[in-house]
C-alpha cells in the first residue's frame, strides 16, 4: 500500500504563493494519475487538480490559471504550485489517486489564506 505525505503548507496573504509537496512512498508509484484535494471547514473534499501517469493535467474551474500541478516519477512526488492565492483557497490540501481506488489518505497540509 502506498503511504502519501503531504507538506509545504502554511499561512500567506493574499496574492501570494505557496509550493505543496506530496512524496509517496513505493517503487510503481509512476503507473498512477495522481491528484490534489482540499477540503474547507464544514465542506465536503473537492478535487482540485490532477495529473495522469504520463503528464496530462486538469484543473478545478476555481483553479485554473492560478494553480500548477506536476510531478517526479524518480523522487516518487507530485507538487502543487499555487499562484495568486485567495482566501476561499483555505483549506487542508491532500493528494491521492486520481481515479480508481484510493490509497489511506495522509494527514494532509494546511493552507490559510489571510491579511
Known amino acids: 500500500q502506498v503511504q502519501l505525505v503531504e507538506s509545504g503548507g502554511g499561512l500567506v496573504q493574499p496574492g501570494g504563493s505557496l509550493r505543496l509537496s506530496c512524496k509517496a512512498s513505493g517503487s510503481t508509484f509512476w503507473i498512477y494519475g495522481m491528484g490534489w484535494y482540499r477540503q474547507a471547514p464544514g465542506k465536503q473534499r473537492d478535487m482540485v487538480a490532477t495529473?495522469?501517469?504520463?503528464?496530462?493535467?486538469n484543473y478545478a474551474d476555481s483553479v485554473k490559471g492560478r494553480f500548477t500541478i506536476s510531478r517526479d516519477n524518480v523522487k516518487s512526488t507530485v507538487y502543487l504550485q499555487m499562484n495568486s492565492l485567495k482566501p476561499e483557497d483555505t483549506a487542508v490540501y491532500y493528494c491521492?489517486?486520481?481515479?480508481?481506488?484510493?490509497?489511506?489518505w495522509g494527514q494532509g497540509t494546511q493552507v490559510t489564506v489571510s491579511s
Open positions: 491521492n489517486r486520481a481515479r480508481g481506488s484510493y490509497f489511506n
Open positions: 495529473i495522469t501517469s504520463d503528464g496530462i493535467t
